[in-house]
């Protein structure tokens, strides 16, 4: 059974930088029939995808988010991280990392079928 | 960005009634569309997925329809372990949107 894990600082200082990582275990994160994302839960947006990333290195990014987003890959460890810049309260909320997968044809992604329990990351001085 | 508007915002209902919630895309999505289900402190469960297939595992008594941009999903014979809240999402275009969540409260 395919599992992910969240890892990383539960409180960020507002301008600072919010790390934080994701472990797969259960399956290989290299694999070209994914990508591996990350979603997060605000009260006020409810759900927002935030990016996704190929075993690659590959990444698609919520526009939105771009400017002060970056997600990597680690196939050594099994493991990607999201690096989200210069944040403000506005970034507190439940951050989950999820498989994205393709549909039949493998052209197309579609929807997250293994998500992590999430961990609430806050923005405060 | 496509917009996904879930109504209602809560609903609750007594164990073994028949339960719908739409979802409402801004613009023809066809049939992509995934539905899930969200616990607090666990991770969320796909329950749907192109609109009327049923992820494997999912209990039957969940159902899904719709197309272009009027979807439902239903719970026939609503359980104690359905309370949860439930959100639709689509994979017609990037970037990939959610709805606002449906919270459905079991008496």
């Known amino acids: 059974q395919l599992q992910l894990q969240e890892s990383g600082p539960g409180l960020v200082k507002p301008s600072e930088t919010l790390s934080l990582s994701c472990s797969v275990s259960?399956?290989?994160?290299?694999?070209?029939?994914?990508?591996w994302g990350w979603i997060r839960q605000t009260p006020g947006k409810g759900l927002e995808w935030i990016g996704n990333?190929?075993?690659?290195?590959?990444?698609y990014y919520n526009p939105s988010l771009k400017r002060r987003l970056s997600i990597s890959v680690d196939t050594s460890k099994n493991q990607f991280s999201l690096r989200l810049g210069s944040v403000t309260a506005a970034d507190t909320a439940v951050y989950y990392c999820?498989?994205?997968?393709?549909?039949?044809?493998?052209?197309?992604?579609?929807?997250?079928?293994?998500w992590s329990q999430g961990t609430l990351v806050t923005v405060s001085s | 960005d496509i917009q996904m508007t879930q109504s209602p915002s809560t609903l609750s209902a007594s164990v073994g009634d028949r339960v719908t919630i739409t979802c409402r895309a801004s613009q023809d999505i066809s049939a992509w569309l995934a539905w899930y289900q969200y616990k607090p402190g666990k991770a969320p469960k796909v329950l749907m997925y192109d609109a009327s297939g049923l992820e494997s595992g999912v209990p039957s008594r969940f159902s899904g329809s719709g197309s272009g941009t009027d979807f439902t999903l239903s719970i026939g014979g609503l359980q104690p372990d359905d309370a949860a809240t439930y959100y639709c999402q689509q994979y017609h275009s990037y970037p990939w949107t959610f709805g606002q969540g449906t919270t459905v409260e079991v008496k």
């Open positions: 999820a498989r994205h997968i393709y549909d039949r044809s493998g052209s197309y992604l579609v929807y997250f079928d293994y």
């Open positions: 259960g399956g290989s994160i290299n694999n070209s029939s994914f990508y």
């Open positions: 990333v190929y075993y690659t290195g590959s990444t």
